[in-house]
C-alpha cells in the first residue's frame, strides 16, 4: 500500500460530515494501511480518514511514529466516554504542516470505539495518548486547529497559517 496525500488546511473535506464505518472488511483493512502509511510518511502521531479525504468516523493513533507497527491503535466510531484534568501542551495537525498551538486537553481520557475488526472496546489513555486521542476525535467531528483557540491566540495562529499557506501550492486558490 502507498501513502496518500495529506488534505491542508482549507480543504472542504476536512470539515465535512463523517459517515459512520459500517464494514470492518478487507476495504477497510487496505485503507487502515494507506492511513498508516501516511501518517508515518508525514511523520505525525495519529491520522484521521478525513485527512486524507475518506469522510468515515475513523482514525489512527501510534505514538511510536511506525517504529512499532504493532502499537498502532485503531478507532472507528470513537465517543468520548469521559475525561479528566487539564493541561496546557503544544499540539501541531499534519494537515498544518509547521504550525503549532498550546491546547487545554484532558489529562487523561476514556474512549469507546471499535477495532480494526469491529469489536466495541474502551480504552483508558493518559498523557500523549489522550492528546491524540482527543485532537483525531476533533477532526471525525470536523473540529481543527484553530477553532481550539480564543482571542490573540487565535488571531495571531491565523496570521501565520496565512502566512504559510502561501507554501502550499494546493490550497493556494481555497
Same mark, same amino acid.
Given at each position: 500500500?502507498?501513502?496518500?496525500?495529506?488534505?491542508?488546511?482549507?480543504?472542504?473535506?476536512?470539515?465535512?460530515?463523517?459517515?459512520?464505518?459500517?464494514?470492518?472488511?478487507?476495504?477497510?483493512?487496505?485503507?487502515?494501511?494507506?492511513?498508516?502509511?501516511?501518517?508515518? &510518511?508525514? /511523520?505525525?502521531?495519529?491520522?484521521? @480518514?478525513? #485527512?486524507?479525504?475518506?469522510?468515515? +468516523?475513523?482514525? %489512527?493513533?501510534?505514538?511510536?511514529?511506525?517504529?512499532?507497527?504493532?502499537?498502532?491503535?485503531?478507532?472507528?466510531?470513537?465517543?468520548?466516554?469521559?475525561?479528566?484534568?487539564?493541561?496546557?501542551?503544544?499540539?501541531?495537525?499534519?494537515?498544518?504542516?509547521?504550525?503549532?498551538?498550546?491546547? &487545554?486537553? /484532558?489529562?487523561?481520557?476514556?474512549? @469507546?470505539? #471499535?477495532?480494526?475488526?469491529?469489536? +466495541?472496546?474502551? %480504552?483508558?489513555?493518559?498523557?500523549?495518548?489522550?492528546?491524540?486521542?482527543?485532537?483525531?476525535?476533533?477532526?471525525?467531528?470536523?473540529?481543527?486547529?484553530?477553532?481550539?483557540?480564543?482571542?490573540?491566540?487565535?488571531?495571531?495562529?491565523?496570521?501565520?497559517?496565512?502566512?504559510?499557506?502561501?507554501?502550499? /501550492?494546493?490550497?493556494?486558490?481555497?
Amino acid at each position: 500500500m502507498a501513502a496518500r496525500p495529506i488534505l491542508l488546511y482549507g480543504d472542504p473535506r476536512l470539515v465535512a460530515e463523517n459517515r459512520p464505518v459500517e464494514s470492518f472488511g478487507r476495504d477497510l483493512q487496505d485503507l487502515l494501511q494507506e492511513m498508516c502509511e501516511s501518517c508515518w &510518511a508525514a /511523520p505525525g502521531l495519529g491520522l484521521a @480518514a478525513p #485527512q486524507i479525504g475518506v469522510n468515515l +468516523r475513523l482514525a %489512527i493513533v501510534d505514538l511510536s511514529v511506525g517504529k512499532k507497527p504493532d502499537d498502532v491503535v485503531v478507532i472507528a466510531n470513537p465517543e468520548l466516554v469521559s475525561s479528566g484534568g487539564v493541561r496546557r501542551i503544544e499540539e501541531g495537525c499534519l494537515s498544518i504542516p509547521g504550525l503549532y498551538a498550546t491546547l &487545554a486537553r /484532558p489529562l487523561r481520557v476514556t474512549v @469507546a470505539a #471499535q477495532d480494526a475488526d469491529g469489536r +466495541r472496546r474502551e %480504552i483508558e489513555a493518559d498523557g500523549t495518548l489522550a492528546q491524540a486521542f482527543c485532537h483525531e476525535l476533533d477532526h471525525l467531528d470536523g473540529i481543527l486547529l484553530p477553532d481550539r483557540l480564543r482571542g490573540l491566540s487565535r488571531y495571531l495562529f491565523l496570521l501565520r497559517l496565512r502566512w504559510a499557506r502561501r507554501r502550499w /501550492p494546493a490550497v493556494r486558490e481555497l
